[in-house]
C-alpha cells in the first residue's frame, strides 16, 4: 500500500467542539480536521497522497468542472467496534466502482491501493471523530473533479482527488421509520447507454427537481422509471429498491436488474449475498409499476425497501401516483426488511461474524 504524508492541522477543533458535534453529528454537516489530496496532471500522471489540514479549494472561474460537469465521488462508511478497532465496509467496492466512474467520464483512474491507503491515512489522523453511538459511523466522501482551466469541449488535461470525513447519524432523521414515496412520471434519471452507472454529480443534480416535486407532493422521496416505456422501476432516488414478495418461511426477494441505468449499489449486492444465507431467497428481475400496485393490493408483495451506503436499509410505506396511493402491508416496518438491517449493520459493527470478509481494519484500538 502506497504511503501518504501527513500534514497536521496546527488549529485542529478543541476535544469540547468535537464532543460537541459528536453528540448531535447529523448528516454531512461538519467535516473532520483533516482532508486527503492528491493531483493528476497528462504530464506527470498521479502526484503522491497527503493528509493535510481541511481547508476550501480555490477554483478558477473557468474551471471546467464548473463548465463541463467532470466530477464524480463515493460514499462509504468506517464504524468503530467494541475493541476499539474502526473498520470499512466493503472499501475495495467503492474503489472498484470510483474507477468506472472515472472512466466513464473520461477521468483518470486513480489506483485502487491509493483510494484504500488514502482511507487508512485519513481514519488514523482523525481516528477521533469516529463516533460511537448506535447508528452513527463516519462518513467517508472520495470525490474527484476537473481543477484545469479553459472553456474548450474536452477532457480537461489536470484534475484533483480529495477525501473528507464527516461524523454521521442517521441518513433520515426519523430514523428506521417508512418513507413515502412519489413515482415521476415527468422525468427519468438515467438511460441506458447514458451515466447512469457511474457516481457523477451531474446524476444528482438532474434528479434534484424531482426530488422537489416529490415533497410537493407530500413524499419523502422520489422512484424513477425507465427512459424508454416510464413502465419499469429503476431507483428510489439514489438508493437501490428491494421487493418483498411473501412472508414467513415463503419470503423471497426481488431487486430490479441492473440495465445500465441504475447504479450498482455496494449494499444492494451485499444483501443479495446475505439474504440467501438467512434463508430468503433473492434474485434480480424487472418488475413493473403495474406489478408493483397490484402485487401489494393482492397481497404478493408484503414489504418494500430501499437500501444504499448513507441509510442501510429504509423501509418504503407508501407509494404515491398522480392517480392513485397504495401502502404496503400496514405502512410500517416490515419483519423481513428489520432482520436484513440487524444482519448487515451487525456485520458491519462488528456485533457479529463476518464470513465474507467485508469489513476492513483502517485503524488498530487506540494504545
Known amino acids: 500500500m502506497p504511503a501518504v504524508g501527513v500534514r497536521r492541522s496546527l488549529s485542529p477543533r478543541s476535544h469540547a467542539e468535537r464532543a460537541e458535534v459528536l453528540a448531535a453529528p447529523g448528516f454531512g454537516r461538519v467535516m473532520t480536521d483533516h482532508m486527503v489530496i492528491a493531483e493528476w496532471t497528462h504530464e506527470h500522471g498521479w502526484a503522491p497522497a497527503e493528509v493535510v489540514p481541511y481547508a476550501p479549494v480555490q477554483i478558477d472561474p473557468a474551471n471546467m468542472a464548473l463548465h463541463y460537469g467532470q ?6 462508511k468506517a464504524y468503530q467496534w467494541a475493541d476499539g478497532s474502526i473498520r ?3 472499501p475495495d467496492r467503492n474503489a472498484a466502482r470510483f474507477a468506472r466512474s472515472a472512466t466513464r467520464m473520461a477521468m483518470p483512474v486513480l489506483p485502487e491501493e491509493t483510494f484504500l491507503a488514502s482511507l487508512h491515512a485519513l481514519v488514523g489522523v482523525d481516528r477521533a471523530w469516529v463516533p460511537t453511538a448506535p447508528e452513527t459511523s463516519l462518513y467517508l466522501r472520495p470525490l474527484m473533479f476537473a481543477t484545469e482551466n479553459g472553456l474548450g469541449v474536452r477532457p480537461a488535461n489536470r484534475y484533483l482527488f480529495l477525501l473528507l470525513a464527516s461524523p ?12 413515502t414515496v412519489w413515482v415521476s412520471d415527468d422525468y427519468v ?3 441506458p447507454g447514458g451515466t447512469g452507472e457511474a457516481k457523477c454529480a451531474g446524476n444528482y443534480a438532474a434528479s434534484l427537481v424531482a426530488q422537489a416535486e416529490a415533497m410537493a407532493h407530500g413524499c419523502d422521496q422520489v422512484v424513477w422509471l425507465d427512459a424508454a416505456e416510464h413502465a419499469w422501476i429503476e431507483e428510489m432516488g439514489g438508493m437501490n ?6 412472508s414467513g418461511a415463503d419470503a423471497h426477494l426481488v431487486t430490479p436488474s441492473l440495465t445500465g441505468a441504475l447504479l450498482p449499489g455496494v449494499t444492494r449486492d451485499s444483501l443479495l449475498r446475505l439474504a440467501p444465507d438467512l434463508g430468503i431467497p433473492a434474485r434480480e428481475d424487472r418488475i413493473s409499476l ?18 444504499g451506503t448513507a441509510a442501510v436499509i429504509t423501509p418504503v410505506g407508501t407509494a404515491r401516483t398522480r392517480t392513485d396511493t397504495w401502502v404496503m402491508g400496514e405502512g410500517g416496518t416490515g419483519p423481513v426488511t428489520a432482520r436484513l438491517r440487524e444482519a448487515l449493520v451487525s456485520i458491519q459493527t462488528g456485533r457479529a461474524a463476518d464470513p ?4 476492513v481494519l483502517l485503524a488498530e484500538p487506540a494504545a
Do not use: H, K, M
Open 189 to 191: 434519471r438515467a438511460a
Open 168 to 179: 454521521a447519524g442517521p441518513y433520515f432523521a426519523r430514523g428506521l421509520n417508512p418513507v
Open 71 to 76: 466530477s464524480i465521488f463515493e460514499g462509504l
Open 356 to 359: 465474507y470478509g467485508w469489513t
Open 290 to 307: 403495474a406489478d408493483w400496485r397490484s402485487g401489494v393490493q393482492s397481497g404478493d408483495i408484503s414489504e418494500v425497501f430501499a437500501c
Open 241 to 246: 429498491l428491494f421487493f418483498v414478495y411473501g
Open 88 to 90: 470499512a465496509f466493503r
